[in-house]
């Protein structure tokens, strides 16, 4: 079973830029593809984006495309979020979650999450 852990949370202004990184332990991280979701208060989890095992295929929601960034590097277990031009309602509880499945978007479809770590964007 792979352990997920979030880190690169904070605070930050509209406008500013953050980048979130999820370490996973394990020698198999690179057979899984990775996705990054959000929770804000009150909302269902949402897709954020997603990388397949290679790093060379990424999928974002529409929501952020062209302002973040998934990335991966499997010789340091760890995929980052590159998180541009933050947006108040961009605040949300971000997890990272490895998957099976290439780009998939389902919550269903992770096999692992992470604890999450907190964004939260002020205006």
Not at 58 to 72: P, Q
């Amino acid at each position: 079973q792979v352990q997920l852990v979030e880190s690169g949370g904070g605070l930050v202004q509209a406008g500013g830029s953050l980048r979130l990184s999820c370490a996973a332990s394990g020698r198999t991280f690179s057979s899984y593809g990775m996705d990054w979701f959000r929770q804000a208060p009150g909302k269902e989890r949402e897709f954020v984006a997603a990388i397949n095992r290679s790093g060379g295929l990424t999928a974002y929601a529409d929501s952020v495309k062209g302002r973040f960034t998934i990335s991966r590097d499997n010789a340091k277990n760890t995929v980052y979020l590159q998180m541009n031009n933050l947006k108040p309602e961009d605040t949300a509880v971000y997890y990272c979650a490895v998957t099976a499945f290439a780009l998939a978007r389902t919550p269903s479809d992770m096999n692992a999450w992470g604890k999450g770590t907190l964004v939260t964007g002020t205006s």
